[in-house]
């Protein structure tokens, strides 16, 4: 709905959406059913859920210096020690993933896929394989090594969930806050967000996030869009995102040239 009120404080919500449903929800961007869902949870729940998509942890990507996100798990002893509890303010804040959660593109994208793959969650890698080398007059051989796939962890999640979440997110894109993502023929999946990093005082504008995946009820790409102080997620990230699905569809199915174009060559 139009906000919530923790004791003094009243955090509202971007839109008037009324006190919709999970899907609708999910469509419109709705904090105000997040700040509830958030309290419903409690921090407790919130931490299970951080802990069970590994965002307290490396995700084991094939890249040197990769870093761990910040999240309510590792801020609660520090919060508790120095507020004496943790208020329910934090709790609110944490649903929609703001003030004590910082997290990475790479993790990000590692949930949405999961969620698009019925819960499983795989080891993002770059590495395909090592070409063997023969040995040369400076350096020795070396044996060819090719990308051992780790088995995916299972996150429980029922089929009726992934649906409810997928519809949502496809609702986005149709008539929701990822509208700008839509690609008439192909289906794609979208949540937006907005990360407060803003400064108005400096000029400074939010982050702007947007997680997908397509085809969004069968999906085999996922896409994520992170364009830093340009304002909301879905104006700015999207036509990002939107470009990176048009490139895949266009070598996915190559149009046959015009008889102009061949002839050119």
Known sequence: GGGILIGSKFTKCMGSHGTPTLIP???????GYYYRLGLKMKIEGIIDMIET????RRTGIDLPNEKIGQTPKSWRPIVEKREGRWPDIRTVYASIGQDTVVV?????????????NFGR???????KEFKPIAAT???EARPGFGFQKPEPKIIEMTETQ??????????????GTARVVNIPGFDVAAK??????????????????????APAFNPEIAVIGLIENVG??????????????????????????????????
């Open 25 to 31: 929800a999910i469509a419109r961007s709705c904090n």
């Open 53 to 56: 998509f590994e965002y307290d």
């Open 104 to 116: 990475t593109p790479i993790s990000l994208i590692r949930t949405i896929s999961a969620v698009g």
């Open 121 to 127: 969650m795989y080891v993002p890698h770059f590495l």
């Open 137 to 139: 007059e400076h350096f």
């Open 162 to 175: 992934q649906k409810m979440i997928a519809q949502g997110m496809a609702d986005a894109v149709t008539g």
């Open 192 to 213: 937006t967000g907005t990360a407060q990093d803003g400064d108005p005082k400096a000029g400074r504008k939010d982050h702007a996030w947007i997680v997908t995946f």
């Open 232 to 265: 909301f997620g879905g104006t700015h990230a999207g036509p990002a995102v939107k470009g990176v699905y048009e490139a895949y569809l266009s070598k996915k199915n190559p149009q046959p040239a015009e008889p102009a174009e061949v002839a050119k060559r």
